[in-house]
């Protein structure tokens, strides 16, 4: 399944641009409406009802909603209050990132919370996001991978949970989510995150990681050269 990503809450590390939040459900609805799968972030309960009911009467029933806990959002009881108020449509597929910090157990963890709460496993996507670098980081990476770690992590909730990689929030500029893309190709990825943006200088948020579409189309033959 492709999706757009359609974010209209950002977290911030520090104080910023929150996104357009409530204002922006018009256009995740209108998103829906043209038939396009919708993909989002939420950070509480009343994001996942808000989402659900701008996009879910525009899409069919072949159609589906992406809802999504960021890495920032490690409640374990909220995660299993997101997980069971996506319950309410089996449109929804609901994915989870790591956590920050590398630290195994705690991202087999969220994914156990999540499918104690209920959730089915055959709705449910990981995502490796990578971790915040420590010591060396020469290329000035803004996450870092740990590919060994994620198929240990794939082992222990199951093996069939897909994962979804994220070359954006790792890399932090262009030239750098390319070369998270090249580090990517031929892992067992079921696919990608990618921020793109038409005007990627005059981006409200992270613009020096914000692909062109020209430059996303190059992305996609980097990782997946057999689509």
């Keep these: 399944l492709d999706f757009m990503r359609v974010n209209l809450w950002k977290p911030r590390t520090r104080p910023g641009y929150e996104g357009v939040g409530d204002k ?6 209108k998103v829906a409406r043209a038939g396009v799968n919708p993909g989002l972030e939420v ?3 009343e994001h996942v009802h808000q989402a659900m009911d701008a996009a879910l009467p525009e899409l069919g029933r072949d159609g589906r909603l992406l809802l999504w806990i960021g890495a920032r959002n490690q409640n374990h009881m909220l995660q299993k209050d997101i997980a069971r108020a996506c319950l ?3 449109r929804v597929i609901l994915m989870v990132k790591n956590q920050p910090w590398p630290h195994e157990d705690h991202w087999v963890g969220i994914i156990e ?3 104690d709460a209920g959730f089915p496993r055959e709705r ?5 996001r990578g971790f915040t670098p420590y010591g060396d980081n020469p290329e ?3 996450n870092v991978p740990d590919f060994a770690m994620m198929e240990r992590v794939r082992e222990r909730t199951g093996g069939d949970i897909p994962i979804i990689y994220d070359p954006s929030h790792m890399g932090g500029t262009v030239p750098n989510v390319f070369e998270m893309g090249r580090r990517g190709a031929g892992q067992n990825l079921a696919g990608a995150l990618v921020e793109v943006h038409h005007d990627p200088k005059n981006a409200m948020t992270d613009k020096n990681q914000q692909v062109t579409w020209p430059e996303f189309d190059d992305l996609v033959k980097v990782m ?3 689509s």
């Design 124 to 128: 449910l996507w990981n995502c490796q």
């Design 43 to 45: 950070i509480m309960t």
């Design 224 to 226: 997946f050269p057999e």
């Design 140 to 142: 000035g990476f803004r």
């Design 113 to 115: 919370h999540v499918l």
């Design 88 to 90: 309410a449509d089996d």
């Design 24 to 29: 922006g459900l018009p256009i995740l609805a």
